[in-house]
Nanobody
């Protein structure tokens, strides 16, 4: 079972930026598509962005043009660069394996809070 550890969250003002990281324990990381998800209070968890093993990406409509997902297979790490943050981006952010459906256990997540 792949273990995932998210980091990089914090408190930022609207319009600011954060870079999230997700470190995976698996040596097979490079073979897996990876996704970033988020869950805001009272809302369902949603897919924010995903990246295949080959580097193809997709994004949720609400973050297109503002967020960028990337990966470093040598470091078993996937990143989420978040720019032009909005208060509605406030959520706990998680990573997981898979392109459309999460394939593994959830980590502890990292809290992102955007103040207006």
């Amino acid at each position: 079972q792949v273990q995932l550890v998210e980091s990089g969250g914090g408190l930022v003002q609207a319009g600011g930026s954060l870079r999230l990281s997700c470190a995976a324990s698996s040596g097979f990381f490079s073979l897996n598509a990876m996704g970033w998800y988020r869950q805001a209070p009272g809302k369902q968890r949603e897919l924010v962005a995903a990246i295949t093993s080959g580097g193809s990406t997709k994004y949720g409509d609400s973050v297109k043009g503002r967020f960028t997902i990337s990966r470093d297979n040598a470091k078993n790490t996937v990143y989420l660069q978040m720019n032009s943050l909005k208060p509605e981006d406030t959520a706990v952010y998680y990573c997981n394996t898979g392109w459309s459906t999460p394939g593994g256990s959830w980590g502890q997540g990292t809290q992102v809070t955007v103040s207006s």
